[in-house]
């Protein structure tokens, strides 16, 4: 059975089918680790210099990216149950944390921790922001999103040319691709992707770009809002609003002529279902509109 209780059909198929998907596997998720790895790079920048350039232009100010006070409390937009507020009245946010310890050095910054554990920091009196910003993780990256004030978040959304109205839908894209590099990174199969329902898909998302969201279904012993997941097909469609897609799509549209020139289509066609999207015609326009 797949995620979704649905029989994922292995009757007549060979060790050699399962070696084949497995490569598949295994080669998309390549694909789609490296252009991920272009949008994390591109947002780390953004961030970096657009909050150094409101924030920290004197050299005093090096580690203004520490202080609260340059960050917006999200309750005040989303309510005080919104995820986003433990990062900030709790001090979960990487940043405000000061539960660090190295050695015998205890309740340090994560600057103070991470010149201990970076030799590349630790070369640094006052590490700048473009320098710590490496060692986030998309979680991370996330959580600042979330948190910045407007004239910042401003400027990083005209960098993905995106306005301040779309601040939901790029958060929304970044969950979904964090999820869709944790998956890659945690080795497990790719074409069965599933987000991961703990947030619900944005509206707009849906509507621009046709998403197709999964029927309610049980999950874990709970129903789950039928907005609240997705597909690889889909997820791809979201990563395309942010880079090229074209390598990732040529590994599908590959691995398809493959086994129809081979007469396997008992294989391909299966998979590019279970991938979110059954036409091989839609495959090979994705990302097109990008």
Not at 14 to 30: C, G, H, I, T
Not at 148 to 177: G, Q
Not at 183 to 192: G, V
Request: charged share 30%.
């Amino acid at each position: 059975m797949d995620k979704d209780n649905k029989s994922l059909g292995y009757k007549n198929k060979s060790f050699d089918d399962f070696l084949s998907l497995y490569a598949f596997d295994k080669e998309l998720s390549k694909e789609i680790l490296a252009v991920i790895s272009l949008f994390e790079s591109k947002l780390k920048t953004s961030l970096a210099y657009h909050f150094c350039e409101t924030f920290c232009f004197e050299p005093l100010d090096t580690l203004e990216y520490l202080s609260k006070d340059n960050y917006e409390d999200p309750s005040n937009s989303y309510g005080p149950r919104h995820p986003a507020c433990k990062d900030y009245r709790e001090n979960k946010f990487i940043l405000f944390k000061t539960t660090y310890s190295y050695g015998q050095r205890h309740n340090l910054d994560y600057v103070e921790y991470l010149k201990n554990i970076k030799p590349y920091i630790g070369r640094y009196t006052k590490p700048p922001f473009w320098v710590v910003i490496k060692s986030f993780n998309m979680g991370d990256l996330l959580s600042m999103v979330r948190l910045l004030k407007r004239p910042v978040l401003k400027e990083v959304l005209k960098d993905f040319n995106l306005i301040l109205a779309n601040k939901d839908l790029f958060i929304n894209s970044i969950e979904i691709i964090k999820d869709l590099r944790n998956t890659c990174a945690h080795f497990e199969l790719i074409n069965r992707f599933r987000s991961s329902g703990s947030y619900p898909i944005n509206n707009d998302l849906i509507t621009n770009l046709e998403l197709n969201t999964l029927s309610p279904n049980s999950y874990q012993g709970r129903r789950r809002n039928n907005q609240y997941r997705i597909r690889l097909f889909d997820a791809l469609k979201v990563l395309a609003l942010f880079n090229d897609i074209k390598p990732i799509r040529k590994v599908v549209v590959r691995y398809y002529d493959r086994n129809v020139s081979i007469r396997k289509k008992y294989l391909i066609l299966p998979l590019l279902d279970r991938m979110g999207e059954p036409s091989i015609i839609e495959w090979k326009k994705l990302g097109d509109f990008s």
